[in-house]
Every structure is written in structure tokens, then in C-alpha cells.
């Protein structure tokens, strides 16, 4: 007879176990009702991510900060530094600690400082604001997965950990559909305001819908980045954690660059937002696109060709094709980089054991986050010498196609074989992830 973990610790037997290790295809309504919180969650955390984008020639032009494009970049660059830390720490705090209190903590946290960043009395005090949300905006993607992970049966977890991903993009398009009409009229400020609605709406909801789950580290299985950095998981997570940091180098720089990028090629305020939508838009189609590729054919194989996708895509926009190319592009290349992201956690996801899950997520997001921290500076060095709009592009799509390089030296040298555990006290040897 086939067993599952509880929330609570408790074995019990589980329903219709298949060859392929699944638990059964129903989710049931207590962790459909967690999922759906957690969604709402990375929904927020994608518009606190790509707001800064949205306001960033405001801020430049309108507050008298002194602003410049390479500095505005650096300012960009905090909250992903935030980020890489909360990534990093949460993920680890979330398998000793329990998913809940870590989820809700940096929930409260990105949110909290969000709204204060409207209140900024200059770019020192904005920045440093940055900073700590994204430490608490970095901490909640890892720990969300983790848990969601925990809850669904296994043959769900790889299309439901991507189609989570969903929510970023998704908060990126609100982000900037709220903002054409809203900035011109109030000013930036508003922007982050509206960040404050997670800490009034969802946060309450968390309180009611998350399970309270033990930590799930036994007492027979080390856990922690000791664990995660030596053999059976070494080569994996350092391949992984690269591929991340590409993969974001090349979505966090289109992402805070864009905007500023089409006003510098000519186009008003309003137009340029409306390529930062057309980008969103193809990562949300590419959260939905790559979860069912991802199911068919295994998200590491998937992800290669979604950031070779995305790289050709960026590749054709250097070339400087009529604006309706453009358009087309961009959502492509919304699909490919985002998508790309989305099976990547996907992969670690199912592919870690329960103890390790989040340190594994929290290892990848974090280091990956060195890419997300580095490309708003990149963009912004790159402009003030002077190398042109396309200079971005050039780098975004070099990016991605390290990416898909990455990928495909994963795809050839780790096993492919069923997805991961569901209970910690299997052997982690059958988690399938072989030293390279």
C-alpha cells in the first residue's frame, strides 16, 4: 500500500497510486483553496517586481532626485539584491521552519515596504526601501512552490508549479495597465499604494487558507545547502542555479529596461507601456504554454526550447523590423524567458525531496537573482555609453541563449527519470538527479 505525508506529519494511505508515482488527479478543496492564495500572492510579487519599471522615467524626470540612467539602473538593481537574499534564506527557513510562517512573513514584508517606497524623500531612502521588499518579494516564491508542491498529487506538480509562475507576469501586466492611465494623473506613487491591497486582501486570506505544515527535514536526512551542494545533487543544482541567473538576466532586464528602452526609440509614455504589456502578455502564455509542453515532454527539455525561442525573438528585434514584428516579438520573447523560468522551478520542484525542496528552489532563485541584480545595471551602463537601445536587446538575447545552453548540457547529463518523491523517507538515490 502507497502512503502520503499529511500537513500535519501523519502517514496515510494514498489513493490510487500509479505507476508513474501520482497520487491520484483530484486536488482537494482545502489545497485548492492554499494554491489559489499563494497564486494571488505571486501575482503581487510580480507587480511589486515590474513596477519599478513602470514608474523608473518618473522617477528620473519628475522627482528632482538627480537620477540618472546608470543610476536608475543600480536603484533597480536593490530589490533584486533583496531578492537573492530572501531567495536564498527562505527557501532553507521554509523546510526547517514550515511553509506557512514563512510565506505570510514575507508576504507582510514585501508589501509593508512597497507602500512605503511612495513616501520616499529621495533615491537613498526609495532604494533601501527596494531593498528590503525584495528580500521579503525574493523569500515567497521558493516557499509558495514548496508548499504547493506538498499539497497537489504528484502528477499535477510540474503544470500547477508553472502555471504559479503565472502570477508574476501576470501582476507585471496589471502593473503596467494601471500605470497608463494612473501616472499621468497622480503621480508614481500611486503605483506602490496599490501594492498595499495584498496586505488588506490576500494576507488575511493566507491566515485562514495556508495549512500549518511541520517542517519537513526527518531525522534519518540532512537537509540544508550541505546536503543540496554535495553528491547526488551537486552538478544539478549548480546548473540549474547558472541556467536561473541567465534566464532572469534576461526577464528582469526586459522587464525594468523596456519601457525606458521604446521611450528612447520614440514612442510617448503610454506607447511604451503597451510594449511592456505585450511582454507580460506572452509570459502569461508562456506560463500556459510551458506547463502543458512541460507535462508532454519534461520541463528541462521544454525550457530549451523556450529560451532558444526567446533569444531568436530578441535577436529579430535588433534587426529593427516594423513595429508590428515588434509587438510580436516581445510576446514571444515573453513566452520564452518567463516560460523558461517557470520549468525551471518546475523541475526543481519535482525533482528534490520533500526536506530539500525549498533549499533547492531558495538555491536556484537566489543565485539566479545575481543575474536579476546585474541586468538593470547592465542596461543602464550599457545606455550611458552611449551603445544604443539595441545594445540591450543584444545582451537580453545573448542571455537567453546561455540559458538554452545550460538547459540542454542539464537535459544530456541528468536522468531523466519519474518525477520526485513525495514522502521523506524514501531513499533520496531514486530522486534521479546524478553528479556532473
Same mark, same amino acid.
Given at each position: 500500500?502507497?502512503?502520503?505525508?499529511?500537513?500535519?506529519?501523519?502517514?496515510?494511505?494514498?489513493?490510487?497510486?500509479?505507476?508513474?508515482?501520482?497520487?491520484?488527479?483530484?486536488?482537494?478543496?482545502?489545497?485548492?483553496?492554499?494554491?489559489?492564495?499563494?497564486?494571488?500572492?505571486?501575482?503581487?510579487?510580480?507587480?511589486?517586481?515590474?513596477?519599478?519599471?513602470?514608474?523608473?522615467?518618473?522617477?528620473?524626470?519628475?522627482?528632482?532626485?538627480?537620477?540618472?540612467?546608470?543610476?536608475?539602473?543600480?536603484?533597480?538593481?536593490?530589490?533584486?539584491?533583496?531578492?537573492?537574499?530572501?531567495?536564498?534564506?527562505?527557501?532553507?527557513?521554509?523546510?526547517?521552519?514550515?511553509?506557512?510562517?514563512?510565506?505570510?512573513?514575507?508576504?507582510?514584508?514585501?508589501?509593508?515596504?512597497?507602500?512605503?517606497?511612495?513616501?520616499?524623500?529621495?533615491?537613498?531612502?526609495?532604494?533601501?526601501?527596494?531593498?528590503?521588499?525584495?528580500?521579503?518579494?525574493?523569500?515567497?516564491?521558493?516557499?509558495?512552490?514548496?508548499?504547493?508542491?506538498?499539497?497537489?498529487?504528484?502528477?499535477?506538480?510540474?503544470?500547477?508549479?508553472?502555471?504559479?509562475?503565472?502570477?508574476?507576469?501576470?501582476?507585471?501586466?496589471?502593473?503596467?495597465?494601471?500605470?497608463?492611465?494612473?501616472?499621468?494623473?497622480?503621480?508614481?506613487?500611486?503605483?506602490?499604494?496599490?501594492?498595499?491591497?495584498?496586505?488588506?486582501?490576500?494576507?488575511?486570506?493566507?491566515?485562514?487558507?495556508?495549512?500549518?505544515?511541520?517542517?519537513?527535514?526527518?531525522?534519518?536526512?540532512?537537509?540544508?545547502?550541505?546536503?543540496?551542494?554535495?553528491?547526488?545533487?551537486?552538478?544539478?543544482?549548480?546548473?540549474?542555479?547558472?541556467?536561473?541567473?541567465?534566464?532572469?538576466?534576461?526577464?528582469?532586464?526586459?522587464?525594468?529596461?523596456?519601457?525606458?528602452?521604446?521611450?528612447? #526609440? &520614440?514612442?510617448?509614455? %503610454?506607447?511604451?507601456? !503597451?510594449?511592456? =504589456? +505585450?511582454?507580460?502578455?506572452? @509570459?502569461? /502564455?508562456?506560463? $500556459?504554454?510551458?506547463?502543458? #509542453? &512541460?507535462?508532454?515532454? %519534461?520541463?528541462?527539455? !521544454?525550457?530549451? =526550447? +523556450?529560451?532558444?525561442?526567446? @533569444?531568436? /525573438?530578441?535577436? $529579430?528585434?535588433?534587426?529593427?523590423?516594423?513595429?508590428?514584428?515588434?509587438?510580436?516579438?516581445?510576446?514571444?520573447?515573453?513566452?520564452?524567458?518567463?516560460?523558461?523560468?517557470?520549468?525551471?522551478?518546475?523541475?526543481?520542484?519535482?525533482?528534490?525531496?520533500?526536506?530539500?525542496?525549498?533549499?533547492?528552489?531558495?538555491?536556484?532563485?537566489?543565485?539566479?537573482?545575481?543575474?536579476?541584480?546585474?541586468?538593470?545595471?547592465?542596461?543602464?551602463?550599457?545606455?550611458?555609453?552611449?551603445?544604443?537601445?539595441?545594445?540591450?536587446?543584444?545582451?537580453?538575447?545573448?542571455?537567453?541563449?546561455?540559458?538554452?545552453?545550460?538547459?540542454?548540457?542539464?537535459?544530456?547529463?541528468?536522468?531523466?527519470?519519474?518525477?520526485?518523491?513525495?514522502?521523506?523517507?524514501?531513499?533520496?538515490?531514486?530522486?534521479?538527479?546524478?553528479?556532473?
Amino acid at each position: 500500500m502507497d502512503y502520503t505525508t499529511s500537513s500535519a506529519g501523519r502517514r496515510t494511505k494514498s489513493a490510487a497510486a500509479g505507476p508513474d508515482g501520482s497520487t491520484g488527479p483530484k486536488i482537494s478543496r482545502p489545497a485548492l483553496m492554499a494554491v489559489l492564495v499563494c497564486w494571488l500572492l505571486v501575482v503581487f510579487d510580480g507587480y511589486d517586481l515590474i513596477v519599478y519599471g513602470t514608474v523608473q522615467s518618473s522617477l528620473i524626470n519628475d522627482t528632482g532626485w538627480g537620477l540618472t540612467k546608470a543610476t536608475a539602473g543600480t536603484v533597480g538593481s536593490l530589490a533584486f539584491a533583496g531578492m537573492m537574499i530572501g531567495a536564498i534564506f527562505a527557501g532553507r527557513l521554509a523546510d526547517k521552519l514550515g511553509r506557512r510562517t514563512t510565506i505570510l512573513g514575507c508576504s507582510i514584508a514585501f508589501s509593508l515596504f512597497s507602500v512605503l517606497c511612495a513616501f520616499a524623500p529621495n533615491a537613498y531612502i526609495f532604494g533601501a526601501l527596494r531593498l528590503l521588499a525584495g528580500i521579503g518579494l525574493g523569500g515567497l516564491v521558493p516557499s509558495a512552490n514548496a508548499l504547493v508542491a506538498e499539497l497537489v498529487p504528484v502528477k499535477w506538480r510540474s503544470a500547477i508549479a508553472t502555471l504559479m509562475m503565472s502570477g508574476v507576469p501576470i501582476g507585471g501586466t496589471i502593473a503596467a495597465l494601471v500605470g497608463i492611465p494612473l501616472i499621468p494623473v497622480f503621480g508614481w506613487p500611486v503605483m506602490f499604494m496599490i501594492a498595499g491591497l495584498a496586505l488588506v486582501v490576500v494576507v488575511p486570506l493566507g491566515f485562514k487558507y495556508l495549512p500549518k505544515t511541520a517542517a519537513p527535514t526527518s531525522s534519518t536526512e540532512r537537509g540544508g545547502f550541505g546536503a543540496l551542494l554535495k553528491a547526488p545533487y551537486l552538478g544539478a543544482s549548480i546548473l540549474f542555479a547558472l541556467a536561473t541567473l541567465a534566464t532572469l538576466f534576461a526577464w528582469y532586464g526586459l522587464g525594468t529596461w523596456l519601457p525606458n528602452l521604446m521611450q528612447m #526609440a &520614440g514612442y510617448n509614455l %503610454g506607447s511604451a507601456l !503597451t510594449f511592456a =504589456v +505585450a511582454l507580460n502578455w506572452g @509570459a502569461v /502564455a508562456g506560463s $500556459v504554454i510551458t506547463a502543458w #509542453a &512541460g507535462g508532454r515532454f %519534461g520541463p528541462v527539455r !521544454t525550457g530549451v =526550447v +523556450a529560451a532558444a525561442v526567446a @533569444a531568436a /525573438a530578441l535577436a $529579430v528585434i535588433v534587426s529593427g523590423p516594423p513595429v508590428g514584428v515588434v509587438y510580436a516579438m516581445l510576446v514571444l520573447a515573453g513566452v520564452g524567458t518567463h516560460g523558461t523560468q517557470c520549468l525551471i522551478i518546475a523541475a526543481v520542484a519535482t525533482r528534490y525531496p520533500a526536506h530539500l525542496r525549498g533549499t533547492a528552489l531558495g538555491w536556484a532563485l537566489g543565485v539566479g537573482r545575481i543575474g536579476a541584480v546585474a541586468a538593470p545595471q547592465v542596461g543602464g551602463v550599457l545606455l550611458a555609453a552611449g551603445m544604443g537601445v539595441n545594445s540591450n536587446f543584444m545582451a537580453f538575447a545573448g542571455a537567453a541563449a546561455v540559458a538554452a545552453i545550460l538547459l540542454w548540457v542539464i537535459s544530456v547529463r541528468i536522468k531523466s527519470t519519474p518525477e520526485s518523491i513525495t514522502t521523506s523517507s524514501v531513499s533520496t538515490s531514486t530522486v534521479g538527479i546524478t553528479n556532473v
